[in-house]
């Protein structure tokens, strides 16, 4: 279906790029709701994402031509939110050890991605075998993964903190294990917290640099006095 052109000009105070934004956010935090929190995405019909909105399907035409495409820009925006933080803590951790910069890295992706438990299911459960289409579209966002956390280790290996080696599969590596073992996790067939779940995968990817810290280091062994 086509997607309806909506109005221009200002009606009720606001203009068309406000209108706009208003609906698209009603209609993301529906979707959320929906896809994340309540029946999921294969479950929900259009109709259910207008009502939790309260917007008309006039409107969700407005902005998307199916809902397959909003849970399209769901996965978009919530990886976009995601990267984001953990590119504002690169600088601020740039200072710091190799090992507390790694630890400081991850821990902020697994706070963002998991922070708000609508965010982690739509990340790693309602994207998965939808379509091809958002089949390549989770592909693609893993590879701009990939890419970004082996630009961090070669960066690492430039101060001479690692040892310098082509670095795509340990990132592939690391983002595969993540998204498999976050999609159990998210579903509930791994019984685990999320500091367990942090835990794990650090020991993966401290591991794989030949880093190897010990428990205490991950607030589960006992703690080192004061």
């Known amino acids: 279906m086509a997607r309806i052109a909506s109005a221009t000009g200002r009606y009720g105070g606001r203009s068309a790029s406000e209108r706009h934004a208003e609906r698209r956010s009603r209609l993301r935090e529906a979707g959320l709701d929906l896809f994340g929190a309540g029946p999921g995405y294969r479950n929900s019909r259009l109709v259910d994402v207008c009502k939790q909105a309260g917007l008309s399907t006039r409107q969700f035409y407005e902005e998307y031509d199916t809902l397959e495409d909003l849970l399209a820009d769901l996965h978009l925006y919530v990886n976009d939110l995601v990267e984001q933080h953990v590119v504002e803590v690169v600088p601020q951790v740039d200072d710091r050890p190799p090992l507390e910069r790694a630890m400081g890295l991850f821990r902020t992706y ?5 922070r708000d438990p609508r965010h982690t299911r739509i990340s790693f459960v309602e994207i998965v075998g939808v379509s091809p289409r958002l089949d390549q579209q989770r592909l693609e966002r893993r590879a701009r993964w990939i890419t970004l956390i082996g630009d961090l280790l ?15 599969l340990t990132a592939a590596a690391l983002v595969g294990s993540i998204n498999g073992l976050m999609h159990d996790w998210a579903v509930g067939w791994v019984d685990a917290t999320i500091d367990e779940v942090t835990a794990e995968l650090l020991r993966m990817l401290l591991g794989g640099l030949q880093i190897s810290p010990d428990d205490a280091t991950f607030g589960l062994g006992p703690q080192s006095s004061a």
């Open 154 to 168: 070669a960066d690492g290996a430039a101060r001479g903190d690692i040892e310098p080696r082509d670095f795509r």
């Open 110 to 114: 697994i706070d963002a991605v998991t």
